[in-house]
């Protein structure tokens, strides 16, 4: 993604920060590698380094750090840091288990965790069925997964941060966890069941991102500077409508995106069936004709690259994207008079100002 | 389990305590439910509430309270619940997603979670195909299992514990928890390739069940009154052998127990092909044509009733039963001998003896 990170135009250092992550994350998995001459024990932080080093848009850590700047930029860096690392973490742990769920093939250009885990687990041994594999491959993942949220606590615990602001952070990261899960699970409640109900799917999408994604990373580097309620409230007018914005523009990515660009198939979504606000709109506004169509591919596992294009022409056909970016464009802008609106300090605002406009405009 | 858990000669009111924690479980359990009018959020309680209400030994939080008084006792009791309720959470997320990865249909006589959330949304919708509602099982499940693990956090921060006593049972907690995954993931690994090779399966018991099941849970509960460094290597040298007799039990019950007792198939640890020390000592002691039906049959998923009473004859006919039942009654006496040398509490040492004594003789 675009993100512009940093620059003199926006006074705050995102990219350093960033490398500040990588670094300590980097440094964090390289400490739990089994050491030398441990009798054979795997190397379970070895599937974690290499899905992030596989890239990502680090769009969490960023946002904790801009929150922390929002609130005044008191207190440790550092808890910062071991904040926002702590907060890739568990995302690596909620993309790690969503691939297995989605049984996806690819994430960043890459081939998911349970699928490189099957394969090497087969490697050249015939004796291994693929279907052996495959099952090996997605428990493996769903167990480096696991990991990957216990060490995201570890990593937190391992702060320098005092009980009360720990306490504080808990709070708000238990609320966070808990609300990706209801996320994730409307989403797959969901999922194969094509529908007309936009609600429905502005709901996944709030649970699934608007919080997850923006409102949450916010508060939590807001608190780890002692922002107060007000503040964090502030920061929610901003981080909704640019959630729900976030997930609408990955509705379109996922049926229109550039698989190269995003490293992910631009064919899983429809096989999958999500319920999205782009089919949701799409299939209120088809003709009847339309509408049996769509509702017979989407959620189709065998859905042809045919298919799909004729299924993507129906639905430009239809005026969704057209709304569905209007939609955008009208979160954008909620989102915009927040900023004004929310006299927060001048490089937190730019900054937030840049990453809505990356966010809301991005390719990947 | 015939776990004798209290009455006079023990001293300890276990029986009492386990009360409690079930109490708090189904209060904090009640807290998740979504509020009436909630807009139709679902229940994601509902299925742990159930999976509780099933049984389970609860030696993990029983082991937590002994431990506790092993180290005097002292310090707030309700620490204690809190700290015994999240690991009997910790583990109902390790066993749901220990149940998916093994496609396992029972758990405790019951459906095992991903089973029952694929028929529940199957429900008498004939538009969802199997294959759909056992992908949605196994995803929900997956979820389900992760919300556990969430949730056995936020109820240990929600205790009472001062900052430097939560700090050290954070400690050994993220231990316990990278212990378990390393467990089950040599577990994984090793499931599917029968092999004489006694001591990897030892290892895999040790991290799976010995350190996870017995010792972190004693260890656990010291901390939470106080205990030195001293004293968790005391426990240990109890703790250690206990576990380990107490996963070979359970890979005996696994292939001879009774279904009709033990709620769990007896035909799913010999089509998996899992590595236990039964299996491998039954491999070492085969003739060669034995050996080739053992090869043959472990791991085959479709194994035949038949096959399987054949395959139990043949592991019988080598002695591998015999010699386990050896191994766990010299690890019991190693146990015993240290309680003897452990100079700990009369009335924990009683109830230890008395769980270990029932953990070793269990049939279920």
Redesign the interface.
């Known amino acids: 993604m675009a993100l512009a990170l940093s620059g003199p135009e926006t006074g705050l250092d995102l990219t350093g920060f960033r490398d500040a992550v990588e670094d300590f994350l980097a440094d964090f998995l390289d400490r739990k590698a089994p050491p030398a001459g441990n ?1 054979g ?2 190397d ?1 932080a070895a599937p974690l380094r290499q899905f992030l080093d596989a890239g990502g848009k680090r769009i969490r850590p960023i946002l904790a750090f801009v929150g922390w700047h929002a609130a005044g930029a008191t207190g440790d860096p550092r808890t910062v840091v071991h904040l926002a690392a702590s907060l890739e973490l568990f995302h690596v ?1 909620a993309l790690i ?1 969503d691939d ?4 996806s093939a690819l994430r960043r250009g890459r081939p998911t965790v349970h699928r490189a885990l099957a394969r090497a ?1 087969q490697g050249d041994d015939s004796g ?1 069925s693929a279907a ?1 594999a495959a ?2 491959g ?3 993942a ?2 480096i997964g ?2 990957a ?3 995201s ?2 990593l937190l ?1 391992e702060s320098d941060a005092n ?1 009360d602001q720990l ?1 504080a952070l ?1 709070l708000v990261l ?1 609320a966070m ?2 609300e990706i ?2 996320g ?3 989403d ?2 969901a ?2 069941d094509a529908s007309p109900d936009v609600s429905r799917a502005l ?1 996944i999408g709030r649970y699934k991102t608007a919080k997850y994604t923006v409102e949450r990373p916010l508060h939590l580097g807001a608190i780890a500077a002692g922002a107060d309620q007000h503040l964090l409230d502030r920061l929610s007018v901003f981080a909704l409508p640019l959630g729900e914005a976030f997930q609408l523009r990955d509705d379109l990515l996922g049926v229109f995106g550039d698989p190269a660009v995003t490293g992910k198939s631009a064919l899983e979504d429809l096989r999958d069936g999500k319920a999205t606000v782009l089919t949701a709109l799409a299939l209120q506004a088809a003709t009847p004709a339309q509408r049996r169509a769509l509702t017979d591919w989407l959620g189709d596992p065998h859905l042809t690259d045919e298919q799909a294009a004729v299924a993507r022409h129906i639905i430009v056909a239809t005026g969704a994207p057209a709304q569905v970016e209007e939609v955008i464009a009208t979160r954008f802008r909620t989102a915009m008079n927040a900023l004004d609106d929310g006299r927060l300090p001048c490089a937190a605002r730019r900054a937030l100002r840049d990453i809505a406009d990356a966010v809301t405009r991005r390719t990947t």
Do not use: N
């Open positions: 009798g024990s795997p379970l742990f288990h297995v769920m989605d049984s687990h291994v052996a099952r090996f997605k428990g493996a769903i167990l696991d990991l949220m216990v060490w606590d570890e615990l009980p306490a808990w238990h966890r808990s899960v209801l994730q699970y409307l797959l409640q999922t194969g709901r």
